[in-house]
T-cell receptor
């Protein structure tokens, strides 16, 4: 009964380094999302995948790339980290694009600091 | 532009008090509204999901209502406990191919023993 699992939980990067945040869900959900949460800004959508094989930009996609590896896994990559990308990153999933019936399930987050 | 607002930003109450958290949204064409709880340094835990066709949902001491015509939702917490201390977020789902949730910035609740 894991739900949405994110790794790592914490990470410190130097400016210019790259890394990939991993996310996996075990609920057979079709849609997956990446959000970032910043003080005073709330949660903002970075990228989403409405179904396996598709990905689209959200509100704040610059500086990020994503891969929907299979139905279970959705990764977020920072190619060249910048201090502005210091944030808490959340992965979420829902049964379908609208999340109508069952809403959204969130992971526990990755706390990323870029120095 | 679709926006979700939560007022107040912070609330402190004594233990045992009944309380109401407010959430308002600008676009009434909402598919559903979801209330989440977030503890410090933790992820989001879903509390209640109200479909657009519903007026309210209940889970234990929690009751959430939805009034699309007025663009408001409330989360009622009965007999509050110190363990209820957390930030409560509401999020409106407007569907579409993106299925994006529009989040409020949350109400930070502190229940004093």
């Amino acid at each position: 009964n894991a739900g949405v699992t994110q790794t790592p939980k914490f990470q410190v990067l130097k400016t210019g380094q790259s890394m990939t945040l991993q996310c996996a869900q075990d609920m057979n959900h079709n849609s997956m999302y990446w959000y970032r949460q910043d003080p005073g800004m709330g949660l903002r959508l970075i990228y989403y995948s409405a179904s396996e094989g598709t990905t689209d930009k959200g509100e704040v996609p610059n500086g990020y790339n994503v891969s929907r590896l299979n139905k279970r896994e959705f990764s977020l990559r920072l190619e060249s980290a910048a201090p502005s990308q210091t944030s808490v990153y959340f992965c979420a999933s829902s049964e379908g694009p609208t999340g109508r019936a069952y809403g959204y399930t969130f992971g526990s987050g990755t706390r990323l600091t870029v120095v | 532009k679709q926006e979700v607002t939560q007022i107040p930003a912070a609330l402190s109450v004594p233990e045992g008090e009944n309380l109401v958290l407010n959430c308002s949204f600008t676009d009434s064409a909402i598919y559903n509204l979801q209330w989440f709880r977030q503890d410090p340094g933790k992820g989001l835990t879903s509390l209640l999901l109200i479909q657009s066709s519903q007026r309210e949902q209940t889970s234990g001491r929690l009751n959430a209502s939805l009034d699309k015509s007025s663009g408001r939702s409330t989360l009622y917490i009965a007999a509050s406990q110190p363990g209820d201390s957390a930030t409560y977020l509401c999020a409106g789902n407007y569907g579409g191919s993106q299925g994006n949730l529009i989040f409020g910035k949350g109400t930070k609740l502190s229940v004093k023993p």
